[in-house]
Every structure is written in C-alpha cells, then in structure tokens.
C-alpha cells in the first residue's frame, strides 16, 4: 500500500511539473524550428490525450468506490474539471456510472475484458479515444447487439473502436449494414431494413407561394436507392456542346429538376390524367389576369391550396400538364372551368416520339422518355393542340423555352440536318412571331357555353382552340 501511496505522490508531482512547463507555452515556441514544431505538436496531442484518459480513469475510480454516484456523478465531473463544462462532462459521467454498475473496486469486479463496456474503457484509459467517441461506440455496439451472433460482439465492437479511432464516430452508422450482413443472425439486415420501413417519411409542408417550400423526407435504403436510381441519370450536367451553353445549375437545382421531372411523368401529369384525378392541378384565376397574363393562379383542392402559380409557369404547365383552371369574373363569380382535353393524346405523344426523337434544343441529347409536348404557339395564346404546333422539349429546356419566349417553326419535311423543328434562340423570339399571326378562327365544333358571361366574346376568341378545351360548369 505505502508503494502505491508513494507512486501516486510520484505521479503528481510530475503532473504539477507538467502544468507548470505547459503554462504560457506559446510564448517560447518562437525559438522552435519547423520540424520541432511538429514533433512538439505530436509530443502535445499524446500529453492530452493521456490526461483525457488519466480523468476517465480518475472518474471511474470515484464512482466505483462509491465517492459519488447516479446522477451525481455528472455534477461532481463539472465541479472538479471546469474544462468539461464546455461539453464532455456527460460522456465521462455515463463512463464512471456503466463501470461502477459492473462492479466495485472492494470485490475486484469490473466490466466483462471482451464486452464492449470493457472494451471501450481499455480504448479509452489508452488514450486511443476520448470519452465521447467511446460512448458513441457504446451506443452503436448496443443498437447491434441484438442482431449479431454473440461471438461475433467483441469483433464487431473491436471494428467500431478502429473506425472511430481513424475518423471518429460519424463514419460508424455507415458501416452498420456491413457489420449486420457479415456477423449478423441469418435475416438480420432484412429484418433491420423492414422495419426502418416503419420510420420512413415524407413531411406534408405548408406550400409557400412566394418562397421555397422545404421538405424532409426519410427513406429506406431501398426506396433512396430507387430514388437516386431514377435522377442520377436526369440530374448529371448536360453542356450543350452544339451552342457552347454551359450547365450552370447547382446540383442541387438539377436534383429537385429531376425529381420534378420524374413525378410528372410517372404521378399522372400526363396524357393519361383525366379530370378529377388526384393529380390534377386545379387553379383559379380572373378573367383580367388572364387577359393581360398578369397576376397569378391559386391553387385549389390539395395539400398546396392557396399556393400562388405565376402566369409563366401557368403557361409551362398548361403545355403537357393535368392542368384545371377555373376562371373568375369581377366578383370571383365561376364563369367557366376547363376540361384536359387540350392535352396532347397519346397518339400524339407517339407520332413526336418518332419524329424529333428526343429533346429539340439545339444540342440537347434527351430522349424522347425524357420529355414533354411543348404547345410552340402557346395555348393560352390560341395555339392548337396538334402535332404541327408541337416539339418535344425536356423540363430545362422547356422552362428555358418559356423564360427566354422562343419561337420555333415546325416543318412537315426534315431540314438537312434531320430536324422538323427549327428553334429561333434570339430572346423574344416567340413574341415577334406571335406578332406576324392572325388570331386563329374560332371552331364551329366548340361554341362557346350559351349561358357564358357577355364580356367573355373577345377573351373567347382571342384564346378559342380546336381541342375544346373549355366547358360549361356542371350545374
């Protein structure tokens, strides 16, 4: 006993050495020369690392004496390592509290060497790890536990204490799944990934109209590698070789334009949509708006109620959309609602498949799966829905189509380069033709509703297509 005593006095008094040779430190490092001062930073890092792992062992040895315990113990690390108030006092606290429940220091027990408890307090009286890395190990050695082959637990945990060791604790989740499939119960990770099922979500948020709508969403590793599967090949960089124009987006503009692009085609805003699915969009917006395309259309009977759609991106959607509108006299009194048939018919889509082959942009290579009819006369501006006023166009294209207002001609004989739709890349082009043609006829085949508003005459004629679009409202 009076060699232990002796060596302990020993001890401190080298600790006492040490603080005082570590006090202003900074003030001689002047003197040092380069190599010096990176073996003085490993020199350093060794010393703390070593006094982190002596005040676990200190803490440890408190707790199982019965010094301090429970709830105490955190508080008593607070009161006499000031330094941990910063953060790490619970980490030593939880340390103390486990080893002192696997046994005293009177009755010589103590945590089992190849359980994980005693692995990590070996890791961490070493110095491999600090505190807080070996509880993070604690934890995750624990959510495994239940699911590896008991012998395999001390290996497991060895492999988590090296990860950990290497690039600390955030790297550790990541190799669950190969932890679980090489020592796991046979059906562990299926049983694992099943039940993550359960966890798996999507938020409902509200809609914002003039700011972005943020969403989280949680998915399994099977529904996020069926994710990812669908936009990686949509959202990768596409330069336009043909006209220089480089892929400017953010990734991460080109993975919510994927993901857009992805819902739209398989969710039901398509050819296939009809009224009243519940993909529909339906927008209200008065007959003023309209007229001048100022304003803006509101969103009715979804989760994005009351969400506000500007008048260009109404005329995005009403391209190739299950778009609805319901339009508003002066009073917000319903003077008509549309009906889908504008949309381009399957047998359309079919013939533009075979003939542009894919995306029309100069330069552009996506395929025709990828994209969508584009009305070339717009619709709202009376054009038909019809092979010769269409082209295939995909969704960055489509929106930069509509935000640069370009025009295209659509030929009934391919050019010598193969192409039957031609685009005018001048901005504005769209409304310098537009400018050129006469309003179309209004077809005999779709008068307008009998009991329709007076006022309508003139917005009718400018807007009437040969698809029938518009219908009376049910009484």
């Known amino acids: 006993m009076s060699t232990g005593r002796t060596e302990l006095r020993e001890r401190c008094s080298s600790i006492d050495a040490a603080r005082e040779a570590l ?7 002047a003197a040092a020369s380069g190599a010096e001062l990176g073996e003085l930073l490993e020199s350093l890092d060794e010393v703390v690392a070593l006094g982190s792992a002596a005040r676990v062992s200190v803490a440890v040895e408190a707790a199982r004496r019965g010094e301090v315990a429970g709830s105490e113990v955190q508080l008593w690390v607070r009161e006499h390592a000031p330094s941990l108030r910063q953060g790490g006092a619970a980490a030593v606290a939880r340390l103390a509290v486990d080893v002192a429940a696997a046994g005293s220091a009177l009755d010589g027990g103590g945590p089992v060497e190849d359980s994980p408890l005693g692995l990590v307090l070996a890791a961490v009286e070493a110095g491999r790890v600090d505190a807080g890395v070996g509880c993070a190990v604690l934890r995750e050695a624990g959510r495994l536990t239940p699911l590896l082959q008991p012998a395999a637990v001390p290996t497991v945990t060895g492999k988590l204490l090296d990860l950990a060791q290497a690039w600390g604790p ?23 990934q099943d039940r993550l099922a359960s966890a798996a979500r999507l938020s409902m948020p509200h809609v914002e109209s003039g700011d972005l709508t943020e969403y989280q969403l949680w998915m399994t590793p099977e529904q996020a590698a069926t994710l990812e599967a669908a ?27 994927a993901l857009t692009e992805v819902c739209a085609a398989a969710s039901g805003l398509s050819a296939e949509t009809r009224a009243g699915s519940p993909a529909t969009l339906h927008v209200t917006m008065t007959l003023a708006d309209l007229r001048a395309g100022t304003g803006a259309g509101e969103v009715i009977g979804s989760v994005a109620t009351g969400t506000l759609v500007g008048p260009e991106a109404l005329r995005r959607l009403a391209c190739d959309a299950a778009l609805i509108p319901h339009v508003l006299g002066t009073a917000d009194e319903p003077l008509t609602v549309g009906r889908l048939e504008r949309l381009f018919t399957r047998a359309h889509r079919r013939h533009l498949w075979v003939r542009d082959r894919g995306c029309t942009f100069p330069g552009c290579t996506a395929p025709a799966a990828w994209a969508r009819a584009h009305h070339v006369r717009h619709w709202a501006d009376g054009g038909p829905t019809d092979a010769a006023n269409a082209a295939l166009l995909c969704q960055r294209h489509h929106t930069t189509v509509h935000r640069r207002r370009l025009w295209a001609e659509v030929r009934e004989r391919p050019d010598d380069r193969g192409r039957y739709v031609v685009w005018d890349l001048s901005d504005g082009s769209y409304d310098r033709a537009l400018a050129t043609l006469r309003p179309p006829p209004l077809e005999s085949s779709h008068p307008p509703p009998a009991d329709r508003d007076p006022g309508l005459d003139e917005w009718w004629n400018d807007l009437a297509v040969d698809d029938g679009w518009w219908s009376t409202p049910a009484a």
């Open 170 to 192: 955030s790297l550790m989740r990541r190799l669950r799944p190969r932890l679980i499939a090489d020592h796991g119960h046979r059906g562990a990770l299926d049983d694992l």
């Open 23 to 29: 006090a202003g430190f900074g003030d001689v490092l």
């Open 231 to 257: 936009i990686g090949p949509l959202s990768a960089p596409s330069p336009n070789d043909e006209t220089g124009e480089a892929d400017l987006r953010p990734a991460g503009q080109r993975r919510v334009e």
